[in-house]
Each structure stands twice: as C-alpha cells, then as structure tokens.
C-alpha cells in the first residue's frame, strides 16, 4: 500500500500524461516554454486571481512573495508553529524575525487569538514591526480567512497564504439557491498574496519540485516576474535588480496540465468522498471499541472545504493523563503494510535552528499536536477496501 498512490495515479492518466512528456521531449523547449504560460493561465482561472507565476518550488514561492512586500530585518512576520519549516525559515533568510503563534487544536491552523496576543506582545516590546501573517492552509484545510483579514485589515498586515498543502480547498459563502454555492476564489486566492508547492505528494503535484505565487497586483506579478528570471528588466541580459533562478520547467507545466485536469474534474472530489468514509468508519468502529486511546479525525468546520493533502488523525488517552507509543503502533501497521506519516513532530520553535529566537507567546496547542497527530494513506484512488482496513488495523493496533 502507497501513502499517497502517485503509481495509481500515473496508470490512471498514463496516456494523457505520456503524451505531454513525449510532446516537450520532441519540441526541445525545455525552459519556459508554451505550456508554462499556459499552465498559469489555468491556475489563475482556477484559483480566482488576476496573476499566476510559476517558479521553481514552493520555497522559493514564499521567498519571492516576501521579497517583492520588502520585507526585512526588522521585520516581524507571524508563523504558526505548526507546520512545515520552510514557513518560517524563509523568513529568516529575508533578515526579518519570524514570531511564532499557536494554532486551533483540531483545525491545525493558525489560532486567531493567539496571533492578537503575539501580536501586542510583539508592539510592546518594540523591536520589531508587525509586517505580515503566513497563513497556512495546513493539511488541505483554507485556514479562518475571514478573521484574518479582518485582523490584518485593522492591524495594517500583509496576508502571504501559504497553500502550499491547500491548493484546491474553499471557503463556503451563500448564494441565492440557498444551495451554499462555492464562491470565486479558491486556496492561495484569499490573502493579500498566495502561494503552492508542486512537490509531488502534493495535493496537485508534479514529477519534481514546482511552485507557484497568485496576486490580484500588477505591481507585485511584475516584481516577482523580474526576480524569478534573475531580476530581469526588459530582456533576460537586462538585469535592473538581484533577483534568483526560479522558473518551473516546461516538461514540469506539461505534467500539471494533465494533472490539473484531472485533479478539477474528479480527483478532488473524489479525495473529499475517501475522507467521507474514513471518518464514518473511525466514528463508528472507535465507539463501540474499548481501547486505551482515543482516535479523533480530523475537522472541516461549516464553511470551509478541505483538498485533504493529509488526513491527520488526533490519538489521546481517554484520562488525560498517561501516555502512548506511537512509534510502536507505527510499526504495528507498518508490518500489516500499512504506511503512516507524523506531521510535525517538533514545532517549529522548539527547532534547532530557532532555539535562540524569543518567544512572544506560549503554544501549548502545537506541542499537544506534535506529540499526538498521525496522518494515515490518503489521496483520491484509495478504494473502501483500502481504508476499511487501514481503520481496522488502526484501531486492532492500539
């Protein structure tokens, strides 16, 4: 059994995605080619934003997001601490300070009244200035963007959304069917600026490294534009600023129109049916069984959709008190064939690297999470079978 079945995957769009490797390999165009400007036409489409730019990974997204706002020493830029490291290591690169704020406990996202508390923390002790919220879509879940912008709208901060794992994810709105119609914009539309990681595993994920930043500013898209290619000005021999090598490869763009495709018309909707399911078995299987620890899955809250890049389980001891070894039941379905993943096990601020780094506010929330998220097989051509037997052995193996 595959964690993420890119095998099935492939089989399942073989020919389409033979075709466009095969159609690059035989035109030679392998840097920035056609399917490039493509491609990010689509993307924009899809995510609801005037601008895509591709680049060459989701770091290098972020980094040259936080470039084109000139943020820098000085700065203070607030992480969740629960999440992947290139959040915040970004930052860091940039000379400004990342201030890390604790997160929901089942949402896994940024916890909004942790961020106002670091917030003032933050102005009181006036060394830095508040410049801007990450705001990662964790897991596939669009992070609380309706009262982050509301913060930030009152507290004069940039939104950079990190929708590196959240591509494809929404947040609900009204509409005049009563139907709950999804509204314009999807995952890496919703800040100020947005960006997404192509990384294979991904929720739409290429055969290498590629990412992707989304604006509405023609000023920024030109910036960053520019900065991808070196600082290019009117040509690529006409540099006008230091910039970096960060364009997504054409046989990498023709990969993800395939992908896109496929991911637009079913696969998303398909992986929301698989996390349908899990959910119904480990309700209905955990109820009636009498086990030392409890199994909680993860929550979409009203309003908002998941692309479900992880489906991330919560284990505690029903006392509150004793302990577990997940290591140990780890390896009891590794041995059953089952794989399983920690997302994360350290927070971000009890990292090495930022050990020395002062922290404005305490994250409870994150460490309980670290020590007790396990994120089972997921993607969307797991069948019934599959995970009717990946809950069973879950729940035989605690």
């Not at 997204?61 to 470039?67: G, I, N, R, S």
């Not at 509301?150 to 939104?159: G, K, S, T």
């Not at 009203?302 to 070894?325: C, D, I, K």
Request: proline content about 5%; some cysteine.
């Amino acid at each position: 059994m595959e964690f993420r079945d890119l095998k099935k995957q492939y089989q399942t769009l073989k020919p389409d995605l033979d075709r466009a490797m095969q159609d690059i390999a035989a035109a030679g165009n392998y840097i920035m080619g056609a399917p490039v400007k493509e491609l990010e036409q689509q993307l924009a489409e899809y995510v609801g934003t005037k601008h895509c730019l591709t680049c060459a990974n989701g770091t290098d997204a972020l980094t040259l997001v936080l470039k084109a706002l000139g943020i820098g020493k000085g700065d203070a830029v607030f992480v969740p601490d629960f999440t992947f490291f290139a959040s915040a290591e970004v930052v860091a690169l940039e000379g400004a300070t990342p201030v890390f704020v604790d997160v929901d406990p089942e949402t896994f996202n940024i916890d909004c009244d942790s961020l106002l508390e670091a917030l003032q923390a933050v102005r009181d002790n006036m060394t830095l200035r508040p410049k801007a919220i990450i705001a990662v879509d964790l897991f596939g879940l669009p992070a609380d963007h309706l009262r982050l912008r509301a913060i930030a709208d009152r507290e004069e901060l940039f939104i950079i959304e990190d929708g590196a794992q959240g591509f494809g994810g929404q947040l609900r709105g009204p509409s005049s069917d009563g139907k709950g119609l999804l509204n314009s914009k999807r995952a890496c539309g919703y800040g100020d600026i947005g960006t997404t990681s192509f990384f294979p595993a991904k929720p739409l994920g290429c055969y290498g490294d590629g990412g992707a930043v989304f604006t509405d500013n023609d000023d920024w898209a030109a910036l960053i534009d520019s900065l991808r290619v070196h600082g290019k000005g009117s040509y690529k021999y006409d540099n006008v600023r230091i910039g970096m090598n960060s364009r997504l490869d054409t046989l990498q763009a023709a990969i993800l129109k395939v992908k896109l495709e496929a991911f637009r018309t079913h696969e998303l909707a398909d992986v929301n049916r698989c996390a349908e399911y899990y959910t119904q078995l480990i309700t209905g299987i955990t109820r009636y069984s009498k086990k030392e620890i409890n199994v909680a899955p993860p929550i979409v809250p009203e309003g908002r959709y998941s692309s479900w890049a992880q489906y991330t389980v919560r284990l505690s001891v029903p006392s509150g008190n004793g302990t577990f070894n997940r290591e140990a039941l780890q390896a009891k379905l590794k041995a059953k064939g089952i794989p399983t993943m920690v997302y994360y096990p350290i927070p971000m601020s009890r990292q090495t690297a930022f050990k020395e780094l002062h922290r404005y506010v305490e994250t409870p929330n994150a460490q309980l999470l670290s020590q007790s998220v396990l994120s089972l097989p997921m993607h969307p051509y797991l069948s019934r079978e599959e995970m009717r037997s990946i809950v069973e052995s879950l729940v035989s193996s605690l």
